[in-house]
């Protein structure tokens, strides 16, 4: 049964969007996501997610959509498609947006240079200025960062910075292509906190090749003495015919299936003996953190950087590949750099393809998010609980032995089912026949 689990909770989506991007299509083009913009409420706080595709090195377990470069040339180039990006876009939004969470990811952002670093936020505050006390949150390799670029960094007002850890074992490391040091790592974190830099969030993963539960104890004594304030633990995603490069990572390393549950079901124990709280299935934060605190009251959200607190329900993605959320739908920009850039260099938003929400859609979607936030669904808390309540009369069928169904269709998922969450949202995603993936009861 756990092979069986395991085998299509490799498929299930993370669902940090409803539907998932699987379901984006071409129906939406530059004319809908213009329309779309040109209806956002004058006044609105919105979200802004950068997208910076550049990396020296190409790490083998990496997914997403990334580039190498051995120069600065193409940053530079990149940085004039952006800054007529964000003037299309600027153009469209009501003049008195506020930005109040921002975040860069690629990719490697600490890959630009201090002047670029400067220039990118001067270009984004100029035409989309952030809110006083927004988040501005950056993705950082610690391979690839100098002092110089944390000094831009601090003067852009950054406050929050998200490390790439993954494993310090260096047989792990070796086999996914990316060797980095607990002394990098530690230089770096201590490097943020001297210039003020507060938030600190560390990424792991469980079930690389060559790790073990030893390994990667190792690894959690490491990042529990770096003190961070929050904590990602994604399970490895082994996907060679999505991802080319992780044909170089040998099936044969990895860790099977009941040893990968070992490896999540330790990690929490250990993470909640050295003081955090888990957030949703996939973080942790101290329990002063405001995540944790958002677990804990039921504000928790869900977007595509995962686990969140940002409220708005507008997200605007600049760069190749980025997705934006608005109350209408989704809207993903032309992947490959080449194509993006031909786009908005002919005048035009760059959007390739998306998805228009309906009604049920939005419906699925909030429960699913509550489900991911909460592992628990209350239909009096919607708009239409009868409508939920079909909805959770059908999770408590396929799953009677994870879940308890309570009067008035209120669904609880057992805690020792938590770690099967995403395959439980799948009982009422409409779209799963469609990806070919279907629920399994236990």
Known sequence: ??????????????????????????????????????????????????????CRRLCWFCACRTQG????????????TLEAEIALVADLLPSDVQVTHLHLGGGTPTLLPPKMLGRLFAMLDARLPRAPGAETSVEIDPTEVDAARLDALAATGMTRASLGVQDFEPSVQNAIGRPQSVEQTEAVISGLRERGIGGINLDLLYGLPNQTLRSLDATLDMVCELAPDRLALYGYAHVPWASRRQVMIRETDLPGPDTRLAMARHADRRLRLSGFRPVGFDHFARPEDVMAVAAETGTLRRNFQGYTIDPSDVLVGLGASAISRTPRGYAQNAARTADWTARVRSGRLSTARGH?????????????????CNFSIEPARFDDPDAVRALTAEIALRWPQATLHREGGALELLPEARHLVRLVAMTIDGYADSRGVHSLAI
């Not at 669902?15 to 956002?40: C, H, I, K, N, R």
């Not at 228009?356 to 991911?372: A, F, N, Y």
């Open 1 to 54: 049964m756990t092979d069986q689990i395991t085998a299509i909770r490799s498929r299930a989506p993370r669902y940090t969007s409803y539907p998932p991007a699987t379901q984006f299509s071409d129906a939406v083009g530059p004319a809908t996501m213009g329309g779309w913009l040109q209806e956002v409420t004058p006044g609105a706080r919105i979200s802004l997610y950068v997208h910076i595709p550049f």
């Open 69 to 80: 470069t051995r120069t600065d040339a193409p940053l530079a180039t990149y940085l004039d």
């Open 356 to 372: 228009s929400l309906t009604g049920d859609d939005r419906l699925r979607g909030d429960v699913i998010e509550r489900l991911l």
